[in-house]
């Protein structure tokens, strides 16, 4: 599997004046050879710190060509890698205390390099300095700490040093960030490496967010696979790979990887890597159920979900475990059954929609089984659509109406025999920083999140000032998300809208044995209505597909860690927002 990551990350210090933001190995690692004279050139070009005059923030230039980046006194304070405890990676300094220590200042600050030799002895390179520091150990490349918490650095995660010059067999080479206090305590030291992760600053954050924000190049369409794997957007190395890394197919555009190959955990990478980025795989091959018929939608026991392929590809994605089973079980029956209880039980079509909107935390990840769609089955084709990309180009087409959107919460409910639940959220969800000091609403702000549930919405609660502006805002979203509603339009702002429905909503027909796995923070799913052709036998006539869900936060957890435990993983691989109403951090 580490073939994956075809870049070979550098382990040694490199020259900083090929500093990028997206390549922050380069800072403080690269690969050098020889003893101390070729370590010593690799040095020339120090970074630099400068403490303000009020000894309140300190701005580093990382020699990358974009302005110094400011880091708060306040902020250091509270990320002193002395106060991280280190097996549990929990915090023991609050970041009020830096307030109750009565604010302290920054005396001094400057970089420092340091060489770890092959006795174990992490060496200070400035020769007229003799004081002997602890130094942070490097941290994985996904630590949100400043100082190693898991993995095999933890056990270096505190290293001694002393002043020497540049000599003997060097090992590691890295550069810190020396902080003076004004108060206790008095130094702080700070792996550039880590400080470089988490910039603030204005360009930094800039860069983040184009890595992380979905767009409609990120979209899947109605034909092909989505556009950003021709324009190079992301990281070509992690999915151009090989390691029999499966290929988006011609015609419906998605990624399919076999069943077996999930289940004997070489696919799980595979599958967890693609739903992330294009928001849907179809899984193919699955045998069928062993339970074919099963019970009514209910809660099913877990000895029962091993007889489903559905339950475990979906164990497989989040660490073991199904979710959201309380109003339909676990694993439920999506087939025509006229005294249901849900219109996804009929033959009806259904429009694009997230399942359980009205849920503070509805589903991440949704999966269905086609166990049988036979061919007397006249239409009932599955859609999907990205919502949140539509939500990107809507912000370009229609600012007015996406802000609308952003601004007013909408209605989800569920109510029936067992089940009384509502919850208010507006449509499209914007991250909460970035607003800057202006007093004006700002809807240039990465979007998080979209809840889309027409079924499920009931009625709004506004001031009477924003009720028709409300609904006028919806109309245009829905034209963009649901191509069935823009039949008979003919305005020309209204046809751009409708055309991106058109040439975005990904429609197939499932095959008995395929699972489409779907992320229904970001999806919407759908469904054409069907009937059964007059002289189709019963099996024929038979439309039957097995559910379930995963909660996004354990997938998002599996497919973090095995990033992390598989691949010479430092961080820099994007991941794109999953839809809960968060950005991804560096």
């Not at 050098?32 to 580093?60: F, W, Y």
């Not at 800039?206 to 696979?225: F, Q, Y």
């Not at 699972?515 to 007059?534: E, P, Q, Y």
């Amino acid at each position: 599997m580490r073939q994956l990551l075809q870049r070979r990350w550098p382990t040694l210090v490199a020259d900083s004046s090929s500093i990028g933001n997206n390549e922050q190995d380069s800072i403080v690692e690269e690969e050098v050879e020889g003893e101390g004279a070729a370590m010593n050139r690799s040095i020339k070009h120090k970074l630099q710190a400068e403490v303000s005059d009020d000894g309140k923030i300190v701005h580093i230039n990382f020699g990358d060509g974009t302005p110094s980046s400011p880091y708060h006194a306040s902020w250091l304070f509270s990320n002193d890698p002395q106060f991280v405890h280190q097996a549990s990676g929990q915090r023991e300094l609050t970041p009020g205390k830096y307030r109750y220590n009565r604010r302290p200042k920054i005396a001094s600050a400057r970089i420092m390099y340091c060489y770890t030799s092959d006795d174990g002895i992490v060496h200070n390179v400035e020769d007229d300095s003799t004081e002997e520091l602890q130094f942070p150990g490097p941290t994985m490349g996904d630590s949100c700490h400043p100082v190693a918490t898991y993995g095999q650095l933890r056990t270096a995660a505190w290293m001694k040093s002393k002043a020497s010059s540049l000599h003997g067999n060097i090992t590691t080479l890295g550069s810190y960030l020396r902080v003076e206090w004004t108060t206790e305590p008095t130094i702080s030291m700070y792996d550039m490496k880590w400080l470089n992760r988490f910039r603030y600053d204005d360009h930094s954050r800039i860069e983040h967010r184009k890595n992380t924000e979905v767009t409609p190049l990120h979209a899947i369409r109605n034909i092909g696979p989505p556009s950003w794997y021709s324009t190079n957007l992301h990281s070509k190395e992690i999915i151009d790979s090989s390691i029999s890394q499966p290929m988006h197919d011609e015609v419906d555009g998605l990624v399919h990887i076999d069943y077996h190959s999930i289940v004997a955990e070489d696919g799980k990478f595979s599958l967890l890597h693609h739903v992330f980025c294009d928001g849907a795989v179809i899984v193919t091959n699955a045998p069928s159920p062993s339970n074919e018929h099963g019970d009514k939608n209910k809660r099913t026991a877990a000895s029962k979900e091993d007889g489903y392929p559905v339950a475990k590809v979906a164990r497989a994605m989040s660490g073991g475990h199904l979710s959201h089973g309380s109003l339909y079980g676990d694993i439920f029956h999506v087939r025509d059954d006229p005294g249901s209880n849900n219109v996804a039980y009929t033959s009806h079509e259904l429009c694009p929609h997230q399942d359980l909107a009205y849920y503070e935390s509805p589903p991440g990840m949704q999966l269905l089984h086609c166990v049988a769609n036979g061919s007397g089955v006249v239409g009932g084709e599955s859609l999907l659509i990205d919502a949140m990309a539509a939500a990107y180009r809507l912000r370009e087409v229609k600012p007015e109406s996406f802000e609308i959107l952003t601004r007013c919460p909408a209605t989800f409910v569920k109510q029936r025999d067992g089940a009384c639940m509502t919850y208010r959220t507006p449509h499209i969800v914007l991250a909460a920083e970035d607003e800057g000091e202006s007093s004006r609403y700002n809807i240039d702000r990465e979007i998080v999140a979209v809840w889309w549930s027409p079924p499920f919405e009931g009625p709004v609660y506004l001031p009477p000032g924003q009720v028709d502006c409300y609904y006028e805002a919806y109309a245009d979203f829905e034209l963009m998300l649901n191509r069935a509603s823009s039949d008979g339009i003919s305005d020309e702002d209204e046809d751009e809208l409708s055309q991106y429905a058109e040439k975005y909503t990904w429609e197939r027909k499932l095959k008995p044995g395929e699972i489409l796995v779907f992320n229904n923070r970001r999806m919407l799913h759908g469904r054409r209505g069907f009937s059964v052709s007059k002289d189709a036998t019963v099996e024929e006539g038979r439309r039957h597909l097995v559910g379930c869900y995963t909660n996004i936060d354990d997938t998002l957890n599996s497919y973090r860690l095995l990033l992390r435990n598989h691949f010479e993983y430092d961080g820099t691989l994007p991941i794109l927002n999953v839809g809960n109403g968060t950005a991804i951090l560096p």
